[in-house]
């Protein structure tokens, strides 16, 4: 029912481990993102649920299939493990979408495999959830992303602190490839490999690098271009992605592995919400500068492709690095502008942006909803009292939003026009946390999957709130609070 390529698999053996999904008692279909399958052109119309379930939950592989798992290697809270690798996760394979270019096919919790290093190989159905629900809502939110197509039950339990029930996520990502894949092969002395997977990634996402002097350093420069608009754009939406150990970044500039991640209620810099990151590594605001150092890890490997001569290497790959905080600061700023209804760039707009989130941290103020209401003064009785009261005092946001007029008046644009772009660029529903865990509590100890298909689908239309959306529009109330996330493991 799904005819599925095989790039990966027919890479060297050394790039990943040949087996089928290990089989699953009972898969049952929870999710099936039809959007998507059409858009990957799956032929699916013939199929009953019962084989879609059969085909996500790993128990039939598409005639034709070379499933593997993939090798990868990665610095975890800034250690260096040599050997990681899909320890629960299997790649199917290849399919073309309708734009032309191919998507990875990927069962996440399919069992274990060669790299499982003793875990199970399976995935609790809490994170299963999480990841369906925050990916989609990523993609909604225009941030690049790997995306969700379905999700079941197994009929399993596994064993995390307490039994819980087993799901499998099937994900799509332009490709899975992460920065980890590359020290894998370097941590090995293995160029051979190395330039291997250069050439398979440069086919695969970046066919002008392979025009330029030194493919490697292109590749290198390229992926610095696209991980700095990635973190910008998260920076713009309050996302904190928990986890941005070298083998969670992709190097096609999605989003992947959605583990602790979380989007911030009130704005905060310092905001962490994973179990695991004690030391604030990966809180919100360090994201930047942690991408930047993933980015020196992927270049250590790329160096002795980028030239024979070492120093002239350890130049060249420099020379790509620096351009990163100059790329981020550029798409951070243009982000900042959407935010703002500015469409001029002018001296002065880092620091008008810039007060407004100090006045939302002085002031504990909701970081959605701030820029969310910013339409309302743009309105003919320009009422702000809905903004206003986010905050714990006026007197920041009231001399901020005076600035902000003047700004705006410099521009000369009609308010309504304003107010249409604000509405356009600054989303009303976002995956707030608490709402995430209510929709996982439903489906682990009721079995029950209305919460996650109502967040399911108004998470996909964050920008356009429906009348009965108020409680997922507001932020957590005290009680409702969600303080720790914790990974899929
Ligand atoms: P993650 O925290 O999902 O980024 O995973 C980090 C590493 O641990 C990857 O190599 C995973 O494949 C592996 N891993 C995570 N959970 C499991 C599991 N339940 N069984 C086997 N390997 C796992
Ligand atoms: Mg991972």
Not at 13 to 36: C, S, T, Y
């Amino acid at each position: 029912m799904i005819e599925l390529q095989q790039n990966y698999a027919r890479l060297p053996a050394a790039f990943h481990a040949q087996m089928d999904p290990v089989p699953v008692k009972a898969p049952r279909l929870i999710a099936f993102n039809r959007e998507l399958a059409d858009f990957l052109g799956l032929d699916i119309s013939d199929s009953t649920e019962g084989q879609l379930a059969a085909l996500f939950g790993g128990n039939t592989v598409p005639a034709g299939a070379r499933p593997v798992a993939m090798a990868y290697a990665g610095h975890q809270f800034g250690n260096f493990v040599p050997q990681l690798g899909d320890g629960r996760a299997i790649l199917l394979g290849e399919v073309e979408g309708r734009d032309g270019l191919l998507r990875d096919i990927h069962l996440k919790g399919a069992g274990a495999t060669p790299f499982s290093r003793g875990g199970d190989g399976r995935s609790a159905l809490g994170p299963v959830i999480r990841e369906y629900l925050v990916s989609e809502a990523m993609h909604a939110l225009g941030a690049p992303t790997t995306r969700a197509l379905a999700a079941v039950t197994t009929g399993e339990h596994v064993q995390r602190e307490q039994p819980v029930p087993g799901g499998i996520l099937a994900r799509v990502a332009r490709s899975h490839v992460r920065v980890g894949t590359f020290q894998y092969f370097a941590a090995r002395g293995d160029t051979g490999s190395l330039s291997v997977l250069v050439e398979h990634v440069i086919d695969r996402l970046y066919p002008a690098a392979r025009n330029a002097d030194s493919p490697a350093l292109d590749l290198l420069a390229r992926v610095i271009a696209v991980q700095a608009a990635l973190v910008a754009r998260w920076l713009s939406l309050g996302f904190v992605h928990g986890v941005m150990n070298t083998d969670n970044m992709a190097v096609s500039g999605e989003t992947i592995d959605f583990g602790p991640c979380a989007f911030m209620e009130a704005y905060d810099p310092d905001a962490v919400w994973s179990s695991i990151d004690r030391r604030g590594r990966y809180a919100f605001s360090n994201q930047p500068r942690i991408a930047l150092w993933n980015l020196a890890r992927l270049a250590e490997t790329l160096l002795p492709l980028i030239d024979d001569d070492q120093q002239a290497a350890i130049e060249a790959a420099n020379g790509a690095l620096e351009a990163f905080p100059k790329a981020f600061d550029q798409a951070w700023v243009e982000n900042m502008r959407m935010k703002l209804g500015l469409t001029e760039a002018r001296e002065g707009d880092v620091d008008l942006a810039q007060r407004l989130l100090d006045s939302m941290h002085a002031g504990g103020a909701d970081f959605t909803l701030t820029f969310r209401y910013l339409a309302d003064a743009m309105d003919e009785d320009g009422d702000v009292g809905k903004l206003f009261e986010l905050f714990s005092g006026r007197e920041g946001i009231e001399a901020w939003l005076a600035d902000w007029r003047a700004r705006l008046d410099a521009e000369g644009r009609g308010d309504k026009d304003v107010a249409t772009d604000l509405l356009a660029a600054n989303p009303a529903l976002i995956p707030r946390n608490h709402r995430v865990e209510q929709a996982i509590r439903a489906a682990e100890d009721d079995d029950d999957f209305s919460v996650f298909d109502r967040l399911r689908s108004a998470w996909l239309r964050p920008y356009d709130p429906a009348p009965g959306d108020a409680d997922l529009i507001r932020p957590a109330a005290p009680d409702e609070r969600v303080a720790r996330t914790f990974c899929g493991t």
